[in-house]
């Protein structure tokens, strides 16, 4: 009985927001199913080419792994630099924000390390939080300032807390959004035409167009919510997190929300073999829940 109130209480919030127009993103009564709650804060989760889904919990310095083919999670690695936010480059290398250093790191297959980003002009960066790769291999990521216990300092290096790209040869940094309170979230369209951006410190997220040179331009407000983490699926909606999972069309409209049960669900994306399975990352656990539409990216 408590099992079928779930399910329908999930229907009624899937439907009150677009009268029930795209509930079809969703089948019918699915809710999510948690996988694991042993962690202290799962963040990151990151698709390989496989659909294999890599995560961090993060105050445990630790990287896990899904595995499409078992369903099982293992332990893939310890010493992360406190990674956070993970992404797959194209030639399979996880590249992650490790913030114990305010670093970017990427880890190949075997595990080895190297850092191919440790300040900005000299200057330590924030704390590297999110990121996402272009079809060029040039890298997008927010640098946002949370202090962590863990650091002896206690105020940043640098001035503001912008969004920087790294080139695809890691050779330059720039600047290429600003003024923001804290970014956090990102994610790039499938067709690589539009970045979206969070700034959760001001609970809002915005769209730029890319040029071909990497720099963003044509900002505009897309909600007015901010983001932990994000993802998009094939038809170009876009997943916001915080209080569950929160769903917009391309336009801005809320489609869906997702609830979730626990105190704050940090991030989000889609893997599984057929990428059609959307992976939650919230406070101490991870959940996986089936869909009808196969993720962008």
Same mark, same amino acid.
């Given at each position: 009985?408590?099992? #079928? ?22 089948? =019918? ?12 804060? #799962? ?7 496989? +659909? ?11 990287? !896990? ?18 990674? *956070?936010?993970?992404?797959?480059? %194209?030639? $399979? ?8 250093? =305010? ?18 002009? $000299?200057?330590?960066? %924030? ?17 946002? !300032? ?41 994610? +790039? ?24 040179? $990497?720099?963003? #331009?044509?900002?505009? /407000? ?19 997190? +915080?209080?569950?999972? #929160? ?5 801005? =409209? ?23 399975? /959307? ?7 991870? !959940?996986?829940?089936?869909? *009808?539409?196969?993720?962008? %990216?």
């Amino acid at each position: 009985m408590i099992e #079928t109130f779930k399910s329908l209480l999930f229907a009624i919030v899937i439907c009150s927001f677009s009268s029930c127009g795209q509930k079809e993103i969703i089948p =019918s009564n699915a809710t999510p199913q948690l996988l694991s709650d042993e962690f202290q804060f #799962t963040e990151g989760p990151a698709a390989d080419s496989e +659909g294999n889904i890599f995560f961090t919990d993060q105050p445990n310095d630790r990287i !896990y792994k899904w595995s499409a083919d078992s369903g099982e999670i293992s332990l893939w690695m310890e010493n992360t630099g406190r990674a *956070n936010g993970l992404y797959f480059d %194209n030639k $399979g290398n996880l590249i992650s924000c490790s913030d114990e250093n =305010s670093e970017l790191w990427e880890i190949d297959p075997d595990r080895n390390v190297k850092v191919i980003l440790e300040d900005i002009n $000299g200057k330590r960066m %924030n704390g590297p939080n999110d990121l996402w790769i272009d079809e060029k291999g040039g890298i997008y990521f927010t640098d946002p !300032y949370y202090q962590r216990a863990y650091w002896n300092r206690k105020e940043p290096d640098l001035e503001s807390k912008n969004v920087y790209y790294l080139s695809p040869d890691r050779s330059k940094v720039r600047v290429v959004a600003q003024n923001f309170v804290q970014p956090n979230g990102i994610i +790039g369209s499938a067709d690589k035409a539009l970045l979206y951006i969070s700034d959760i410190g001001s609970g809002k997220t915005y769209s730029y167009k890319i040029m071909q040179d $990497g720099s963003l #331009t044509d900002k505009e /407000l897309f909600v007015e919510m901010g983001s932990d983490g994000m993802t998009l699926d094939e038809r170009g909606n876009v997943y916001l997190t +915080g209080k569950g999972v #929160t769903i917009f069309d391309e336009k801005g =409209s809320k489609i869906a929300n997702i609830p979730v049960d626990q105190d704050w669900t940090a991030n989000v994306t889609f893997g599984g073999q057929n990428n059609k399975t /959307l992976f939650i990352t919230a406070s101490k656990a991870i !959940y996986k829940l089936d869909m *009808n539409v196969q993720g962008a %990216n």
